[in-house]
Each structure stands twice: as C-alpha cells, then as structure tokens.
C-alpha cells in the first residue's frame, strides 16, 4: 500500500470510530500535499474546533466572566472549548507547552466524545508533538515523500454509510471486543506481543490497535477482525512507534509435544512473523533513528524557544488591556478607573458599574534573571605562550565588575584533549580568583571542546532562570577534534558545528580574538555563533576588559 493510501486509511478509520480511536498525529510541513490531507478533516463526523499552542487556560476550560460578574453582581462562568464535543485540531503541535499537554491527556482520558488531532510541523528530529498525547492517539501520519500528483483527494465515506456507496450497505455498527468471544482474545494476543517485540512501552498503543482491528474488519463489513486487519492495524498503529525491530523467532520444536498441538502452535506464531515483515516495509529506513533521537533528546521549549524564568518578583509598570487568562492578575483599580469615564454612555443611572471587556487592565511587573558570565578560555601552548597572562588579568577585572553588579560567574578552561569547568556558577570573588591564578596553560587548542562545555553549563544556567552569556576568550588556532584527533580540518569543522548550536539555542556570545594578528576564521566563528568579534592584538589586561564589558552591558546578556 502507498504511503498517501495509508494515511487515506488512517482518516477513514478515524472517522468510522473517532470515540474508540482518540485521534491521528499528521507530521508534515506546511504545503499543497499536507492542504489536500487537511480539507477532507471537513467531512469528519464532530465538529472541528482549532487550537494553537498559546491558547490560554480559560479558552480551554471556562472561568470566570469579569464582566458579566461585575454588572450583574452575580458570579458568572463562561464555558471553554472543552465543554463541548468534537475534533480538537491542534497546529504546531511540536510547540505545545506541557501545560497544555497535560490538560489535552487529561481529556482525553475523561472525555470519549472529543478527539484530536495534532499538526506536528518540525523539520528536525529533537522537535516534535509531546509523547505525551502522541501516545494517546491511535494514528501517526507521515506525508514527506509524498509528491503533488499522487495526493488526490482522499476517498472518505459518509460518516451515515461508512461502509461506501454500495447499494444495500448496512449501516456501520461496531462490535464491542466482549462480543467477540476468543477471537478477540486472539487479535489482543498478537497485537499485544508485537507491540512488546517492537519496543514500545505502553499499553495504550496496543489496546489502540486492537480498536483499529476491529474498526478495518467492519469497514470492510466482517464481523471479525481476520489477517488482513491485524496486519492494517499493526503498520498504521504499532509501526510509528516502534523503537527496535526484531528479528522472527525461529520456531522451536517441543517433541514432547503431540503433533497437532505443535502444528497449531506454528500456525499461531505465524501471522506475528509476518506482521513484522508487514511493518519493516512501511518504514523508511532512516525512521527508526529519528525514533530514538525523539525519545531521548530534550529539546529545550519544544522547538518554541525557552520561556524566560525570573528569578527576581521585579518591579511594577503600567498595566496593560488584555484578557484575564488565570496566569494574569487583574489590576481592579485601573479597571475601574478606565469604566468610569463611560458609565453615562452606558446608560448607567443607579447600581452596579458597567465594565466592558475592553475595560479590563492586567499587572504587569519588569522581571529581571540574574545574568551569568560563563567565561571560556583557552589555555593551550599558542594562547599561553603570549596572551594568557593578559587573558587572566583581563577576566579578573570583569569578575570583579561583575560580583559589583552581582552577576554570576563561571570559568571554562579547554587544552589539551578536554574542556574543564573549573568554577562552576558563582558570586564567589574569592574563590573565583583562586581558580584563576591556578589556571594551567599549554597543550593542544580543543575548541569545540570548549564550546561544547561552556554551551551545555550555559543551557543548565538558564534552566535555573539566569541569563547566560559566554565570553571565549581564544587566538584560534584550533587542532584538536571532538573525538579527540589531532587533525586542524576536522577540529574547526567540529568548531563551526558547536558554533552554529550556540545560535540554535539564543545565548548571547562574545568571541575575544587573542591572536598576534586578527584570524579571519574568528569572525566567522563568531558570525555562526550570531555573537559579537572584537580582535585585540596588541591589548592589555584594562581595554580587554573594557571592551569584553561593554559588549556585555550593550545586551548581550539580557
């Protein structure tokens, strides 16, 4: 089967049970492929109702009508979208926050009248829907590879007739699995220990499949799930979440067995081999590691960007017009005193006063998160031999305008084959200064290294709400590669590469060049950095550090 038949399948499948079947993940980018696929959501049978990752918890869940409750005296809620069934549509799934997530399982799990659908649009492997409703939903569509010509419009039936236009079709009408007796129990067996051969770790995937068995068997007006729907259910369900593939079991001969229990015993591990066969073809070779990368990699805000975490309550400014959301606090008295003006325009004579949403002002305060230098310096034999002693007196001169303003400090040190964090964040003056008049010097340049440790302690920084900035302090001349290969391409391919996942994750850099002469190959790590280059040749240990602070306070760190 075509992967644009499949994925028809999978919209046909969802429209005949969308109750028992929760919903269908679509990853693809936007285009005229994805539009054909998303026009035939019109004929499903719910109502469809569009959410974006933003939407704030009262649009979801209902609260409190302010101003309803302010003119009428009485307490008055409004319902959310939730309250009424039918096919949420969420875009930019591989945005959705966990907040969001968790209110859309929670549903999902309380509520059999709504479905969704997510519109999963990452290009990379580390973005992606949340697993967390990904798991809940029977279906994961994938339309890469799909050209303009074959993505005709998908035949989906009338949600009355699911069964087609055949003249004398009866109405679908789903078998509940109790009905079936042991042939139910067998479709559960198979799907089940395939789901565990294939690595996944839930039970919902399976119990989906087992659903979508059924579903296929009475599309196709059987009674009971045969081969046939095993095998549609296990590589539209079980094939997109597979972690590993095993290789079949060789049957094993039991000789103390009678030959028709054996003989039976063939015949029922059989269609399991063959469902393995069945979902190594529908699976792109390269879909497996994308697999592991998504499982295992953390991507810091979901493809979104990082929510900025202040540390600091900061202080009020002006409020602003808005909607109170529940993580807004409603500023009363600016409220009031934007209604008052127009209560006689409002044909107020006596009682209450009468506020308009337009009316409504939230707080607002200016939070501030405690920035973090995170000073990167290269202490091999090229730097050391000239620049490391003004390289020295130059951070300790910006560690001490740093402890005045009280920003943290961190000291990443790269020669040799490694980078060490030889302080880690601190306000420390003292020790900081120890630290660095203990720095070592000499060995071989290991510049990715050093990008590599002085980026993963700066994403740790920021998780805990300070605003990183690195500081690399080098001539350029690296030469030793990530895998620790004494090879000069193979090093500045490696630093261009951690370079350009600087840019990837927003922090602010500031790239020193400590060389005799400036090295053009220093701008361009700092243009792939998206940081700030400011060659030195001939500076001392003061214009280093006026130069390295005023690129700081220009910005960067904020």
């Not at 968790?102 to 009248?113: E, H, K």
């Not at 990379?124 to 590879?145: N, Q, S, Y």
């Not at 049957?251 to 003989?263: I, L, S, T, V, Y």
Request: aromatic share 2%; with cysteine; charged share 25%.
């Amino acid at each position: 089967m075509r992967p644009w038949d499949r994925a028809c399948l999978a919209l046909n499948l969802l429209a005949a049970d969308p109750e028992r079947l929760r919903g269908l993940t679509l990853r693809a980018r936007a285009g005229p492929v994805r539009d054909t696929f998303l026009n035939a959501f019109g004929h499903l049978p719910q109502p469809l109702q569009k959410l974006h990752p933003a939407m704030p918890r009262d649009a979801l869940l209902g609260g409190l009508d302010l101003s309803d409750t302010l003119a009428t005296g009485q307490l008055t809620l409004r319902k959310g979208l939730l309250d009424q069934p039918g096919t949420l549509i969420l875009a930019m799934a591989e945005r959705c926050p966990p907040e969001l997530a968790a209110i859309l399982a929670a549903t999902l799990d309380n509520r059999p009248d709504i479905a969704l659908i997510l519109l999963d649009e990452g290009s990379d492997a580390d973005e992606h829907a949340p697993k967390t409703l990904t798991d809940r939903l029977a279906f994961h569509v994938t339309l890469d590879g799909i050209g303009r010509l074959e993505a005709k419009p998908p035949p989906l039936h009338r949600p009355g007739n699911i069964l087609g236009e055949r003249e004398g079709a009866k109405p679908l009408r789903l078998a509940r699995p109790a009905q079936a007796g042991r042939k139910t129990s067998s479709v559960i067996t198979v799907l089940t220990t395939l789901a565990h051969r294939l690595g996944i770790d839930t039970l919902r995937l399976p119990s989906l499949a087992v659903n979508a068995a059924w579903t296929h068997a009475r599309l196709n007006g059987r009674d009971h799930p045969n081969d046939d729907d095993i095998e549609a259910a296990a590589t539209l369900v079980l094939a997109p979440h597979a972690r590993h593939l095993p290789e079949p079991e060789p049957p094993q001969k039991d000789d103390a067995k009678p030959q028709k229990e054996q003989k039976k015993a063939q015949e029922q591990s059989l269609p399991e081999d063959m469902l393995i066969d069945a979902v190594k073809a529908v699976l792109p070779p390269d879909l497996l590691e994308n697999l592991r990368n998504s499982h295992t990699s953390r991507a810091q805000g979901s493809g979104a960007g990082q929510r900025k975490k202040g540390n600091r309550r900061g202080r009020p400014i002006p409020s602003r017009p808005g909607r109170l959301d529940g993580s807004q606090r409603l500023d009363l008295v600016a409220t009031l005193r934007t209604a008052a003006p127009w209560q006689t325009l409002r044909g107020r004579t006596d009682g209450p006063l009468k506020v308009y949403p337009s009316d409504i002002r939230l707080k607002r305060y200016e939070e501030k998160s405690d920035r973090i230098v995170i000073f990167a310096v290269d202490a091999s034999g090229s730097a050391a031999l000239a620049r490391l002693g003004e390289a020295k007196g130059a951070i300790e001169l910006m560690l001490a305008r740093a402890y005045a303003a009280r920003d943290h400090v961190s000291l990443v040190a790269f020669r040799g084959d490694q980078a060490d964090i030889l302080l880690p964040p601190t306000r420390s003056l003292v020790q900081t200064k120890r630290r660095l008049a203990a720095l070592p010097g000499g060995g071989g340049t290991p510049l990715a290294h050093g990008l590599k440790a002085a980026t993963e302690l700066a994403l740790q920084s920021r998780a805990q709400g300070l605003s990183p900035t690195l500081a690399l302090l080098t001539d350029g001349r690296a030469n030793i590669a990530l895998d620790g290969s004494a090879n000069r391409a193979r090093a500045a391919e490696d630093a261009t590469q951690m370079a350009r996942w600087v840019l990837t994750t927003g922090i602010g850099s500031v790239v020193l060049d400590l060389g005799a002469r400036p090295q053009p190959a220093l701008a361009t790590l700092a243009r792939d950095m998206g940081g700030t280059y400011l060659p030195l040749p001939r500076a001392d240990a003061h214009r280093m550090s006026d130069a390295l602070g005023q690129a700081l306070d220009d910005g960067l760190g904020a």
